[in-house]
């Protein structure tokens, strides 16, 4: 149901949830013979962690990865029986959280595996992740120390993963000769721990095909709509559409600037809709109109998508205002109190993003407090 707060916020979030189990279920399907995990880290990608769970959940998934040991403390009463995968995991101090709460440490390194098998000596058998760097550099076990742990005759019996997995550095590109290198390594991985299941791919791996697919594949970004494959077109359903109002519309003879740092100048007599959003709403500061001088930078300038029309975003983006130029529109076409769309349907997230130099997955994780949201839809 549509409420009432909805229809008169300034800023509002439409979040299909049927465009996000749709999502999924597609994800699931091309990972061939692999189930699909659910990747529900930031908030689920600030889609809202609480919707995108019992979503995720109705729809199939039983694996759910989170960042921290809080987030999978925060997520656990909405999937009471599923696995939930902790990808920071333990270290001194957050171990009883684990237990607490039924969370799947992925143990990252040589210092990890000491403190798990610590508490594991207090408490007995608990199921945990090997994380295997293949050529990331960010975490897991070197694939040495993976290697030479596979072969420790004196490894202990209570140590048994339920899962051994690593992460592709380049999964979104898929000529990038680096995937196949990690392949490479990440097999001679699983057959050191021939008995374990793995995982490697994230969104972007499950579209490079069934060799990067094994037994669990782990997509995030596609899941929330967003581009898994640079350069090419996003089969994804958008599941969220970022709207604001427009507070004013004003005319600007040609000549005319507008903005800090009367950083537009007008060719033409303008006009230019003021729109109740900011960076403070996450609707980053990059993404100024095309030209214009931020310290070093200069950006392309993002478009909204107003009255069926891209319209450009001219001078600065502000703390809570941005100016959108309506020039092109019907004379009254535009007015206060309409709602500009800032990315979604119409306008892809993606494209928003390239324009102020960044990535679907910051412009959704950055969608600030004053959006108020709207779930529609379902399994
Ligand atoms: C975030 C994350 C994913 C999901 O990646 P996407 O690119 O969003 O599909 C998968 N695996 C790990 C380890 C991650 O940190």
Redesign the pocket.
């Known amino acids: 149901m549509t409420s009432p707060e909805f229809l008169a916020a300034s800023n509002r979030l439409t979040i299909d949830l049927s465009a996000l189990a749709d999502n999924w279920r597609t994800m699931n399907e091309l990972s061939g013979k692999a189930r699909a995990a659910a ?1 529900l ?1 930031a908030n689920a990608y600030g889609v809202g962690v609480t919707e995108a769970a019992h979503t995720l959940y109705a729809a199939g998934a039983r694996d759910f ?1 989170v960042a921290s040991v809080e987030e999978g403390a925060e997520l656990r009463p909405f999937i009471p029986d599923a696995r939930i995968y902790i ?1 920071a995991g333990m270290w001194p101090g957050n171990e009883e959280l684990f237990f607490a709460y039924d969370l799947v440490p992925i143990v990252n390194s040589e210092e990890q595996l000491a403190v798990f098998m610590a508490a594991l000596s207090e408490r007995g058998e608990y199921p945990c992740v090997l994380h295997v760097d293949t050529g990331m550099n960010r975490l897991g076990l070197s694939f040495e120390e993976a290697l030479a742990l596979a072969s420790d005759p004196a490894r202990p019996a209570s140590f048994s993963p339920v899962l051994v997995m690593s ?1 592709l550095a380049c ?1 979104d590109d898929p000529m990038h000769p680096m995937n196949v290198y990690q392949l490479e390594r990440f097999r001679a991985v699983t057959a050191a721990f021939e008995d374990i299941p793995a995982s490697l791919a ?3 791996g499950v579209l490079l095909g069934n060799d990067y697919h094994f037994d669990l594949t ?5 899941v929330y709509g967003g581009e ?1 494959v640079i350069g090419a077109a996003n089969p994804m359903k958008p599941v969220v559409t970022a709207e604001a109002r427009v507070l004013q519309v004003r005319t600007v003879p040609a000549g005319g600037t507008a903005s800090y740092g009367a950083s537009v100048q007008f060719t033409r007599d303008s006009r230019i809709a003021t729109v109740a959003i900011g960076y403070a709403d996450g609707y980053h500061r990059s993404l100024s109109g095309g030209g214009v001088m931020l310290r070093q930078a200069r950006p392309s300038g993002a478009q909204g998508f107003l009255h069926g029309r891209l319209v450009p975003h001219v001078g600065r983006v502000t703390m809570d205002l941005s100016l959108f130029d309506v020039t092109d529109l019907p004379e009254q076409a535009v007015r206060a109190g309409d709602y500009i769309e800032l990315f979604g349907r119409n306008v892809a997230i993606d494209d928003v993003a390239r324009a102020g130099g960044t990535i679907g ?1 910051e412009l959704l994780t950055s969608l600030g407090r004053r959006y108020c949201r709207n779930y529609v839809g379902g399994v």
Do not use: E, T
Not at 218 to 222: N, Q
């Open positions: 990747v880290k990865f990808l992460h999964g994230n969104s972007g782990r997509p995030g970004i596609a898994a997955y």
